[in-house]
């Protein structure tokens, strides 16, 4: 039996792969290979979409002169991905595993996918825009353990077979999982989420799988990646400039998934918003810096949405 967080089953988070994994909570599965959220294959061409690179030559990782690249790059704005660099393990496929699984039977994009937030209350009943999501997170083993690097990709898969999902959800083994969801859904997102090398930055990004292929998706500020530094984490007086056009929210907004939808707020507000929570600790569902379990309050909130739409589902 799987770890389900108990919001009727919405969420699934597994033991980090090391050797103090108990033998009743099965260890995470990798992400990479046969059978797997992503193939070999796969695998290359989302890192190719994040970065503008291939993950494993040999500068994956290091930090971007910027006196050296030219305005075609920056123009990109992939630069601030990489202006600090990142650890050189997580360019490494083997190094990623499947933290966590959500289910919702609604996907929240407004105004994609729905106009209001009543489309979004109706739309799990008619299973358009229902969608599995897997957390990946990379682990490394070091001479002095295993640590959790700042990085995360949420893998969101649109699936077809809502109720052929929900069945299998509480009994299935990770990797029949997996296959479930491989097998009856299709690739719709993929959200970045990575620290800099000495945690001096912290950056998001999205892209679509549109026509078969990985492209950039724009953020709600209107560019392709977010930034945040830790001078503007400790600083009232350091902002990365917003457009004047973008809404500002509240931390209570932020925390409501029905008052701020995805590609409505920035990442970073929605990561920050909760109080009490370390500035730092921007990881919201899956495994903490130590591999500690993480579920943030955004995630409750939404994980009950969820919750309440499979219970009208069910009936």
């Given at each position: 039996?799987?770890?389900?967080?108990?919001?009727?089953?919405t969420?699934?988070?597994?033991?980090?792969?090391?050797?103090?994994?108990?033998?009743?909570?099965?260890?995470?599965?990798?992400?990479?290979?046969?059978?797997?959220?992503?193939?070999?294959?796969?695998?290359?061409?989302?890192?190719?979409a994040?970065?503008?690179?291939?993950?494993?030559?040999?500068?994956?990782?290091?930090?971007?002169?910027?006196?050296?690249?030219?305005?075609?790059?920056?123009?990109?704005?992939?630069?601030?991905?990489?202006?600090?660099?990142?650890?050189?393990?997580?360019?490494?496929?083997q190094?990623?595993?499947?933290?966590?699984?959500?289910?919702?039977?609604?996907r929240?994009?407004?105004?994609?996918?729905?106009?209001?937030s009543?489309?979004?209350?109706?739309?799990?009943?008619?299973?358009?825009?229902?969608?599995?999501?897997?957390?990946?997170?990379?682990?490394?083993?070091?001479?002095?353990?295993?640590?959790?690097?700042?990085?995360?990709?949420?893998?969101?898969?649109?699936?077809?077979?809502?109720?052929?999902?929900?069945?299998?959800?509480?009994?299935?083994?990770?990797?029949?999982?997996?296959?479930?969801?491989?097998?009856?859904?299709?690739?719709?997102?993929?959200?970045?989420?990575i620290?800099g090398?000495?945690?001096?930055?912290?950056?998001?990004?999205?892209?679509?799988?549109?026509?078969?292929?990985?492209?950039?998706?724009?953020?709600?500020?209107?560019?392709?990646?977010?930034?945040?530094?830790?001078?503007?984490?400790?600083?009232?007086?350091?902002?990365?400039?917003?457009?004047?056009?973008?809404?500002?929210f509240?931390?209570?907004?932020?925390?409501?998934?029905?008052?701020?939808?995805?590609?409505?707020?920035s990442?970073?507000?929605?990561?920050?918003?909760?109080?009490?929570?370390?500035?730092?600790?921007?990881?919201?569902?899956?495994?903490?810096l130590?591999?500690?379990?993480?579920?943030?309050?955004?995630?409750?909130?939404?994980?009950?949405?969820?919750?309440?739409?499979?219970?009208i589902?069910?009936?």
């Amino acid at each position: 039996m799987m770890s389900v967080w108990s919001a009727a089953s919405t969420l699934v988070l597994f033991s980090p792969p090391t050797p103090q994994v108990q033998k009743q909570q099965p260890p995470a599965p990798p992400t990479v290979g046969a059978q797997q959220v992503l193939s070999t294959a796969e695998f290359s061409s989302v890192w190719r979409a994040l970065f503008a690179s291939e993950a494993e030559s040999s500068d994956c990782g290091a930090a971007k002169d910027l006196r050296k690249s030219d305005e075609a790059w920056i123009a990109q704005d992939a630069f601030l991905v990489q202006l600090r660099g990142f650890r050189s393990s997580i360019c490494k496929a083997q190094a990623w595993y499947v933290a966590s699984m959500r289910l919702d039977p609604c996907r929240m994009r407004l105004n994609r996918e729905n106009k209001s937030s009543a489309d979004i209350h109706s739309c799990s009943q008619n299973g358009k825009f229902s969608e599995v999501r897997f957390v990946l997170q990379p682990v490394e083993k070091t001479d002095h353990g295993y640590i959790f690097p700042d990085a995360a990709l949420h893998v969101a898969f649109t699936v077809t077979d809502l109720k052929k999902i929900m069945k299998a959800w509480r009994s299935q083994t990770p990797e029949q999982l997996i296959k479930l969801v491989r097998d009856n859904g299709k690739f719709n997102d993929i959200s970045l989420f990575i620290g800099g090398g000495g945690l001096e930055r912290w950056s998001f990004a999205r892209i679509a799988h549109t026509d078969g292929i990985w492209k950039r998706d724009r953020l709600a500020h209107g560019g392709y990646y977010e930034s945040l530094s830790d001078a503007e984490l400790n600083s009232v007086a350091v902002k990365t400039q917003r457009p004047k056009s973008e809404k500002e929210f509240s931390p209570a907004e932020f925390l409501n998934p029905l008052k701020v939808h995805p590609l409505q707020g920035s990442c970073i507000g929605c990561h920050v918003a909760e109080q009490g929570r370390p500035a730092r600790l921007f990881r919201m569902f899956g495994w903490g810096l130590a591999g500690e379990p993480v579920v943030s309050a955004r995630l409750r909130a939404e994980a009950e949405f969820a919750a309440k739409e499979l219970q009208i589902l069910e009936k």
